[in-house]
């Protein structure tokens, strides 16, 4: 069913021609056909064969671009490849037009079954936190460790600077925006999206504050860009009010990967007072806060994110090595505590 604030979007065969997205150097860019969905995938070959596989998912509004700083850091210790969520990115929207979050896990779960590399290294900023979160959750074996860059996860009390985007899922708001903004530039766009997700929008370099406004540009051109935006907000707001073993907090508790949590203290669209109360939902987790970055730290502070990463490999490797239960999530106590960049991080056990 279409929503009722936006034209029907046509098949994905019937869209119209758009230029792909940028690949970086070393990059390549393929696209997986699965039971009702087509990603993108974005990949980097590894330093070597027989490395473990990693899968990066991103946020709302974004798409497998953010992780191109953070893949390179980590090619030695991981084979990375990041998904376009579908409707994001490369990829075209889904064929049932449900942008929840059990489906945009559902799609990232056929992904990893499909191409038989589980379990993965698994991480997901902001929406794509909460889709991995319910991934680990409800398929354990599929993931060897969590990473949450600010996940998504349900807040009582929503920080203002965030209201605006949560009101994408209300009906009606999406064609408004775009009424409201219809003479934006892309620059002006871009401009804004980077004050509300950066914590310092001076550490985007010219060359990628060019390359973000050619990709906005490209995506204003979809025809189902605002659907895919609107839809999406409001599978996540929708997440939120769900209790019970479906409710993301109590999914959070289920997760047996060793887990890694990176918070900004600059964010605008996840409180960082959710730090310490996601710390001690995932049990055994360590806990990494970056006080000058803001909601996409892995593209912010790549290098102290992969430094935290590679940490938490370590001690997910010698607990298997000490003889633990053999499950990919499963382990004993963390290991030491995540340090670099600035940044302060504490091991928390819930």
Request: charged share 20%; net charge neutral.
């Amino acid at each position: 069913m279409s929503s009722p604030e936006l034209p029907s979007v046509p098949p994905a065969n019937l869209l119209p021609e758009v230029a792909d997205v940028r690949v970086a150097d070393g990059e390549r860019l393929r696209s997986v056909e699965l039971p009702g969905v087509t990603l993108s995938v974005r990949s980097r070959p590894p330093a070597r064969e027989g490395l473990p596989p990693a899968l990066y998912v991103h946020g709302l509004g974004g798409s497998s671009l953010n992780w191109s700083a953070l893949m390179p850091l980590l090619h030695d210790v991981v084979d990375s490849e990041a998904v376009d969520l579908p409707g994001f990115g490369n990829s075209p929207p889904p064929d049932d037009g449900d942008y929840s979050v059990t489906a945009h896990a559902r799609a990232v779960i056929r992904y990893v079954e499909s191409t038989g590399r589980g379990p993965v290294h698994l991480f997901g900023n902001s929406l794509g936190g909460a889709v991995t979160t319910r991934v680990a959750a409800v398929r354990p074996d599929l993931v060897r460790t969590l990473t949450l860059v600010s996940p998504a996860l349900p807040e009582l009390r929503v920080q203002r600077t965030a209201v605006p985007t949560g009101l994408l899922a209300l009906p009606g708001i999406a064609l408004l925006f775009t009424r409201l903004t219809r003479e934006w530039t892309a620059e002006q766009r871009v401009r804004g999206v980077l004050k509300l997700c950066y914590g310092d929008p001076a550490r985007v370099s010219p060359e990628g504050f060019r390359n973000a406004v050619l990709e906005m540009e490209r995506r204003l051109r979809l025809p189902y860009f605002w659907d895919a935006m609107a839809r999406s907000a409001r599978g996540l707001v929708n997440a939120y009010t769900l209790g019970g073993q479906q409710g993301l907090w109590r999914q959070a508790e289920r997760v047996l990967a060793p887990t890694l949590l990176v918070y900004g203290g600059r964010d605008q669209l996840v409180g960082f007072r959710m730090a310490q109360r996601s710390a001690r939902a995932f049990r055994g987790s360590r806990l990494l806060t970056l006080p000058d970055a803001g909601h996409v730290a892995m593209m912010e502070y790549p290098e102290t994110v992969a430094l935290a990463f590679r940490e938490l490999l370590m001690q997910a490797t010698d607990s298997a090595d000490e003889g633990d239960t053999g499950q990919p999530g499963a382990r004993r106590a963390p290991g030491p505590p995540a340090t670099g960049g600035g940044s302060t991080a504490d091991d928390k056990r819930g």
